[in-house]
């Protein structure tokens, strides 16, 4: 559904990251250190090379649907762009409000 969507894709706050790991357990302190914290607050998005980081992130996000109850709506998706597939993971409908950072204002 959302594959070929622009409007969709151009509506999200994209993090795109650079790291990349050699293991699953890396990738996955990296992702509950940072990006688990902040998918849904500072983004709503997050684009990888590297699928092990988008696999822990997914999890933690789908985890945590099921321990704390629905929270958002966890989307998943890959593009291939010049050989290189980029993995995205995105959330939508949530919950819950950001909070408002300071130096920043609501239009």
Same mark, same amino acid.
């Given at each position: 559904?959302?594959?070929? /969507?622009?409007?969709?894709?151009?509506?999200?706050?994209?993090? @795109?990251?650079?790291?990349?790991?050699?293991?699953?357990?890396? *990738?996955?302190?990296?992702?509950?250190?940072?990006?688990?914290?902040?998918?849904?607050? !500072?983004? /709503?998005?997050? #684009?990888? #090379? /590297?699928?092990? %980081? *988008?696999? *822990?992130? !997914?999890?933690?996000? @789908?985890?945590?649907?099921? %321990?704390?109850?629905?929270?958002? /709506? @966890?989307?998943?998706? $890959?593009?291939? !762009?010049? $050989?290189?597939?980029?993995?995205? @993971?995105?959330?939508?409908? #949530?919950?819950?409000?950001?909070?408002? !950072?300071?130096?920043?204002?609501?239009?």
């Amino acid at each position: 559904m959302y594959r070929n /969507d622009e409007n969709i894709e151009n509506s999200i706050s994209w993090f @795109v990251e650079s790291m990349e790991f050699d293991t699953i357990r890396e *990738a996955h302190e990296w992702v509950y250190s940072g990006a688990y914290n902040e998918i849904g607050y !500072l983004f /709503d998005g997050y #684009k990888t #090379k /590297d699928s092990k %980081i *988008a696999y *822990a992130l !997914l999890f933690e996000l @789908v985890r945590s649907n099921t %321990i704390l109850g629905r929270r958002q /709506d @966890v989307h998943c998706d $890959e593009d291939c !762009l010049d $050989e290189t597939i980029i993995y995205k @993971v995105w959330v939508t409908n #949530k919950t819950y409000n950001s909070p408002i !950072l300071p130096n920043t204002t609501i239009e």
